[in-house]
């Protein structure tokens, strides 16, 4: 018979994976009313997604007595309802969704703000790269770009480069103080790199041609030469550049045969 771990755990499981909890798997099983459990599941679901809403579309959320759009009033909406059979809490595709869910809703507000766009484009990333699954506890030692000499970087999955119109850190914080009129943002080209370490710290940080060129080419076979040449980078610079990226959780090295 299972244990009480393995059957608490696939109770988490059938609560957090509507999918999962739709299957003959779980119903098979009859460990608990299948109405209460759906009813759980989607209180959860909402609690679940509230806080990240609130959290990651906060700035979208200051600006909603001119937009008339509330990020987390999409929680009540019949859109997220028929989300409800397909959700898995946690999950990078989930995020996607319910992050488009909301951008959807905020942009068809009643007043343009002109970075609007942009401003979404930024919360839904940080919120798509804050999902998925994470390291729980410390592995071996963290190693530097300089120690991996003849392994490849590649980009971890889900890191995100935002090119964008305006230049967003400049107005962010403004967007968190009092404010009578919208604070604006100037109109200048920005580049900005969302990562996630594996423990699931989300950064930011602007970032250039160059290291748009890394990003893009560390595929995990790739020399540091042939990246170095890649990105008209000296290989010197790549090293610091690379130490930087692996910091923020955005390159790691795949070991070599």
Known sequence: MPSDRALQDDVIRALAD?????????????????GRVERYARFLARHFYYERIVHFFKYSRALTRVTGRAPEAVLTSPAFDALLPTLVLGSRETAMVVAR????HVAAGRVSVPYLADL???????????????????GSPAEGAGSRD??????????????????????????????????PAPERRTKLLVARSPHGRVAVAKSDESVAAVIELADG????????RGAGLPVAELHQTLQGLVDL???RF????
């Open 221 to 228: 076979k790739r020399t540091l030469e042939e990246l170095a």
């Open 101 to 104: 869910l909301v951008t959807g």
């Open 18 to 34: 509507a999918p999962y909890r739709a299957s003959h798997a779980w119903r098979r099983r009859e460990l608990a009313d299948p």
């Open 150 to 183: 003849r392994d490849a970087p590649e980009t971890v999955e889900g890191t995100v480069l935002l090119d964008l119109v305006y230049d967003l850190p400049t107005v962010l914080p403004k967007l968190l103080q009092p404010w009578t009129d919208v604070p």
């Open 120 to 138: 979404l484009r930024y919360e839904e990333a940080m919120m798509v790269v804050e999902a998925g699954p994470r390291v729980w506890r410390d």
């Open 249 to 251: 959780g955005a390159v």
């Open 254 to 257: 795949s070991t070599g045969s």
